[in-house]
């Protein structure tokens, strides 16, 4: 299964503004994009501080859905959200979730955070695919993409600047 790390950051790498929770600082040309892109996936990975930001929009949503694994420690406390084979809570490693979304019959991935969520995948060989927004802003502080120490090469397969702004769209694959 293909698995791609899709995330937008500030020029200076941070994927929150501040102590701020949520996205809601990205662009509108970003927000587009990225609902486009998320098109192209049926299968979605997120940890639980992620998944606290978008769990309202998530429980609302009444049309066919991706298969969603959220990561936590604690999966018995979100045992009345979840929903089996499509809204599921682990501890798992990350290969074990890889395993668990492919017996479900799942072809693609998105990775979505937090950095908690990408240092435990860019640790493995699992993800193929970094799809980067850089948006035009600079924070200082805040959460940043990884927070562990790692070292992957990478190589730029596409870039573009999003229609009407300033934001750039970078993709990479990731050297195994
Ligand atoms: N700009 C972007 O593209 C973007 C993308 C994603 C997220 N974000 C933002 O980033 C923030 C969240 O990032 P974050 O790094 O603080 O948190 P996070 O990665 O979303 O979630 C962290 C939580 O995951 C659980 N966890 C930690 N290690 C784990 C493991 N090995 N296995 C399973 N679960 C584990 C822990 O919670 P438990 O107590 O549940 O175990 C931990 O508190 C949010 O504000 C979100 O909106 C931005």
């Known amino acids: 299964m293909r698995i791609v790390l899709i995330v937008a950051q500030s020029l200076d790498g941070f ?12 662009s509108p040309a970003d927000k587009k994009w990225f609902r486009e892109s998320l098109g192209q996936f049926d299968a979605q990975v997120m940890a639980s501080k992620t998944y606290a930001t978008v769990r309202e929009r998530i429980l609302q949503e009444n049309c066919p859905a991706p298969f969603r694994m ?8 979100f045992a009345d959200d979840q929903i089996p084979g499509k809204l599921e809570f682990s501890s798992a490693e990350p290969a074990s979730i890889r395993d668990r979304l492919i017996n479900a019959g799942c072809h693609a991935c998105a990775l979505l955070g937090g950095a908690t969520a990408h240092d435990a995948f860019l640790a493995t060989e ?5 799809w980067v927004t850089i948006e035009p802003r600079i924070f ?5 993409v990884v927070a562990k120490r790692q ?20 993709k990479y694959r990731i050297r195994s």
């Open 15 to 26: 994927i929150t503004r501040h102590s701020e929770p949520g996205a809601e600082w990205t």
């Open 70 to 77: 959220i990561m936590t420690r604690q999966p018995d406390q």
């Open 140 to 144: 200082g502080t805040g959460t940043p």
């Open 151 to 170: 070292d992957r090469e990478l190589v730029l397969i596409d870039s573009q600047r999003l229609p009407k702004s300033d934001s750039v769209v970078l």
């Open 126 to 130: 699992l993800v193929d695919e970094m």
